[in-house]
């Protein structure tokens, strides 16, 4: 088969690779129909992630139909339409059953945090991804989710990761009736916290980013209010003088590791890989909060320790709470959201490519090129 392949930093390559097979009988194999690029799938491909192998297969969004069932799978038929979440989990360890699926004990022998995520690492599990056109799905019965005949198959692929990591995002801010909410970031995961923040009861959403096509995103899809960080100076002192010099009520830092801002932040962690990612955002977010606020981490951090202002965060009484995504969890309430015509986040998606092209679509991603949002890869037909 085709899958994109991982040949060191800023290497990769499409190539032929041996069918995925079925290895436990909980598997499933999908054939890959709609797969995207995520903009943490650019911390591997730029080597800031440890023990990213040759040959691994990034790709963490999918969608696909189910080509083959192992003998233990009760749930999924082959022909089945799925939606596979990036997280692989097990469903029934100590943190399954409390739905923290993005921390199952049970699929990741490499690390005691992160439980596994297709495509991202040895340091995730090892799984290789769905940029390719079939994978092996582990615990086929407890992860995907046949896709409902009502909803859009994009709808139903920026699910997978990006829409419902924005959402989550939003959730762990604890937005309250009336709240004002800023956003660092207007990718799609911060245009999706942003959107999100509106549905549940945020009175003011500020969205701040560099890029001038993004932020004309955040006020189309997500009707927040844009900052550029160009134009406003140190946005601490901005946020500040935004909200009578108490700050935010919640803030979401939606960028990660690979945050522009400082010098030496981006050199520690983009070129020596001291740091497990520039936390300029995060530092961002804690001072531009008011104090007892909350701020919401969903932008993607290495493994290793970074130089965050835990002092400040410390001094001023504030919430912190971050996870990866436990995708399943957030399902029935955005797909409540999607029926009722609320939002579509397939509005997000701005380029479409074949595979074959895949290597010119993440240098796009990469360089911010042709007002790049979300791309899709289109993989096969459904």
Not at 238 to 246: A, G, N, P, S, V
Not at 286 to 315: L, T, W
Request: proline share 5%; aromatic share 6%; hydrophobic share 40%.
């Amino acid at each position: 088969m085709k899958a994109l392949t991982y040949r060191g930093p800023y290497k990769i390559r499409v190539e032929e690779k041996p069918d995925p097979r079925i290895e436990h009988p909980n598997d499933a194999i999908v054939r890959v129909t709609r797969a995207a690029i995520c903009g943490s799938d650019l911390h591997l491909l730029h080597g800031m992630l440890p023990d990213t192998r040759i040959g691994h297969t990034f790709g963490h969004e999918f969608i696909g139909i189910v080509e083959k069932v192992g003998p233990s799978v009760q749930r999924l038929s082959v022909g089945d339409k799925v939606m596979v979440p990036f997280n692989i989990f097990c469903g029934s360890c100590v943190f399954c059953q409390q739905g923290l699926f993005s921390n199952c004990h049970n699929v990741n022998a490499n690390a005691t945090a992160v439980g596994g995520i297709y495509g991202y690492s040895h340091t995730a599990g090892g799984y290789d991804g769905g940029q390719a056109e079939r994978v092996r799905v582990p615990f086929a019965d407890v992860g995907p989710m046949i896709i409902p005949e009502w909803l859009h198959d994009e709808d139903a692929l920026m699910i997978t990761d990006a829409f419902s990591t924005g959402y989550f995002g939003a959730r762990l801010g604890h937005i309250k009736e009336g709240d004002t909410v800023a956003v660092f970031g207007a990718g799609p995961v911060g245009l999706a916290a942003a959107r999100s923040a509106w549905l549940m009861g945020a009175g003011r959403v500020m969205v701040l980013d560099h890029l001038d096509y993004r932020l004309e995103k955040a006020r189309s899809f997500a009707y927040a209010e844009t900052h550029a960080l160009s134009e406003i100076g140190d946005p601490v002192l901005h946020m500040k003088r935004e909200t009578d010099h108490l700050g935010a009520d919640v803030v979401i830092d939606a960028v990660g590791a690979e945050a522009d801002g400082t010098v030496m932040q981006h050199v520690t962690a983009a070129k020596l890989k001291l740091q497990g990612g520039s936390p300029v955002a995060l530092n961002w977010a804690i001072d531009s909060v008011r104090k007892g606020g909350n701020v919401s981490v969903v932008g993607a951090y290495g493994p290793i320790h970074s130089a965050v202002r835990f002092g400040d965060a410390m001094n001023k009484g504030l919430t912190i709470r971050a996870n990866q995504t436990p995708i399943r969890m957030m399902w029935p309430a955005i797909l409540d959201h999607i029926r009722a015509g609320r939002i579509s986040p397939r509005e997000m998606i701005t380029h479409r490519i074949p595979l074959d092209d895949i290597v010119e679509g993440y240098h796009m991603v990469s360089a911010k090129l042709d007002d790049c949002v979300k791309t899709v890869i289109e993989v096969s037909d459904s």
